[in-house]
């Protein structure tokens, strides 16, 4: 296998069995700070992402969304749609004046870092989603991802869901959710501490291994750390969240 497929097996997103996912087309509540986000790479290729408020004017994404990752270049002029449905318009648009991601995913590519933020030109006024970190996530827990995925009408919201099925320090793993390309940077969220949406993770691509002569796919999300956390509220630099 070569670095190009590596590259590729790491950001793919798979449909799981049968595509369970289903249109959100009236957006509300923590769904307004959900929205699409477009994006250039360095040779001005347009792209489009998911993302998620976290502060009145920050969005959590995935890093490949703000970042080529390898040792490659940041992405740039980046538009953020809070809350687009297929019953809104492609107004209002903030656009992004400041971003960060980790070195491991902008020097190494560490799907394990495939996460980060942007920070918008002006607020939104919809508040954000609270976002955390929790050790004890396992399978008993229940992860809502929602997002833009590029197979379906562009600005149209879906959402999917399933169990966790497997965890590690810096991943969650589910086998049943479906999601493809555009729902990248997909806030991951569970009710399972609380009666309102905490974002554990953001959605960054899918695996396949071998096992058993055969192949198991999963989805993958880019978990939030106690170390991710310190960096993000360091960044963002607002006593009122962290």
């Known amino acids: 296998m070569t670095s190009d497929d590596d590259d590729e097996l790491r950001r793919r997103l798979y449909i ?5 996912r289903w249109e959100i087309t009236s957006a509300y509540s923590h769904l307004l700070k ?8 360095s040779s001005g290729s347009g792209h489009g992402c998911s993302a998620a408020l976290v502060a009145s004017n920050v969005i959590m994404t995935a890093g490949h969304c703000i970042h080529e990752g390898n040792g490659g270049n940041w992405c740039s002029n980046f538009k953020f749609y809070p809350g687009k449905t297929s019953s809104t318009s492609w107004t209002p648009v903030y656009y992004g004046y ?12 560490d799907t394990d870092w495939d996460i980060g933020l942007i920070k918008l030109s002006s607020s939104p006024n919809r508040g954000f989603i609270n976002f955390g970190y929790d050790t004890s996530i396992d399978e008993d827990w229940y992860l809502y991802c929602v997002g833009y995925p590029g197979d379906k009408t562009s600005g149209t919201m879906w959402a999917t869901s399933d169990s966790v099925y497997d965890t590690y320090t810096n ?5 049943d959710s479906d999601t493809v390309d555009g729902q990248s940077g997909s ?10 949406p905490i974002m554990f993770a953001v959605h960054s691509g899918g695996n396949k291994y071998w096992s058993w002569f055969s192949y198991n796919y999963y989805n993958r999300h880019t978990r939030i750390t106690s170390s991710k956390y310190s960096s993000f509220c360091t960044w963002i630099n607002d006593d009122s969240l962290c």
Do not use: A, N, R, V
């Not at 991943?171 to 086998?175: A, C, E, F, G, S």
């Open 16 to 20: 799981l069995g049968s595509d369970t």
């Open 98 to 109: 400041s971003w960060m991601s980790f070195t491991g995913w902008t020097e190494d590519g």
């Open 187 to 196: 806030p991951c969220y569970s009710y399972k501490k609380s009666s309102y």
């Open 34 to 41: 959900i929205g699409y986000l477009y994006f250039q790479d």
């Open 171 to 175: 991943i969650l793993q589910t086998d």
